[in-house]
T-cell receptor, first 111, second 117 residues
Framework: DVKVTQSSRYLVKRTGEKVFLECVQD?????MFWYRQDPGLGLRLIYF???????EKGDIPEGYSVSREKKERFSLILESASTNQTSMYLC??????????FGDGTRLSIL | AQKVTQAQTEISVVEKEDVTLDCVYE???????LFWYKQPPSGELVFLIR??????QNEISGRYSWNFQKSTSSFNFTITASQVVDSAVYFC??????????????FGQGTELSVKP
């Protein structure tokens, strides 16, 4: 079974902090994604990557950056956390011809 | 522009009732994939089904069935004889690329289904 592991289920940080959310997949998937989920808005794509060291902006990249130095790891970075970034963050991975598999999510609170 | 609409924000049913979750999509592409995912309270999205735009056959998997109609741009999901374990948020999604179905997805807003005993 595909396993997508997010480093934390719950995280509390303060405004202005630099925050790192880590995601690791164990199935050699090319594609990796970061979404945020907010009530009434569904899932919105922040960034994605189709290969190592490659990254592309999704629909809401402002205030975020990403890093993919190794194929199995895709990190989401909040450069200077703000309260409007309080949300559920979901990581996913996939092969190009297969559906995306999701991690358990990280519920991030910015105080 | 591509868009997925799930007009039902919340649905509440009593166990053993049948329930249909609606999904309407917009795309200018003639080839695409559609998906349904389930998100139980634990938080992880679980893949349920994908359909490609060439295949309009309905699909049944146990108590779950899917009705894909290109003429109305709809991909509805029916649960027969619902159970408490079906309580979850359900998302419909559209692939941005037919040739990279594992790539970018456009998600609907989600429908929260509550099945009461």
């Amino acid at each position: 079974d595909v396993k997508v592991t997010q480093s934390s289920r719950y995280l509390v940080k303060r405004t202005g902090e630099k925050v790192f959310l880590e995601c690791v997949q164990d199935m050699d998937h090319e594609n990796m994604f970061w979404y945020r989920q907010d009530p009434g808005l569904g899932l919105r794509l922040i960034y994605f990557s189709y290969d190592v060291k490659m990254k592309e902006k999704g629909d809401i990249p402002e205030g975020y950056s990403v890093s993919r130095e190794k194929k199995e790891r895709f990190s989401l970075i909040l450069e200077s956390a703000s309260t409007n970034q309080t949300s559920m963050y979901l990581c996913a991975s996939s092969l190009f011809d297969q559906p995306q598999h999701f991690g358990d999510g990280t519920r991030l609170s910015i105080l | 522009a591509q868009k997925v609409t799930q007009a039902q924000t919340e649905i509440s049913v009593v166990e053993k009732e049948d329930v249909t979750l609606d999904c309407v999509y917009e795309t200018r592409d003639t080839t695409y994939y559609l998906f349904w995912y389930k998100q139980p309270p634990s938080g992880e999205l679980v893949f349920l089904i994908r359909r490609n735009s060439f295949d309009e056959q309905n699909e049944i998997s146990g108590r779950y069935s899917w009705n894909f109609q290109k003429s109305t741009s709809s991909f509805n999901f029916t649960i027969t004889a619902s159970q408490v374990v079906d309580s979850a948020v359900y998302f419909c999604a559209l692939s941005e690329s037919f040739y990279n179905q594992g790539g970018k997805l456009i998600f609907g807003q989600g429908t929260e289904l509550s099945v009461k005993p």
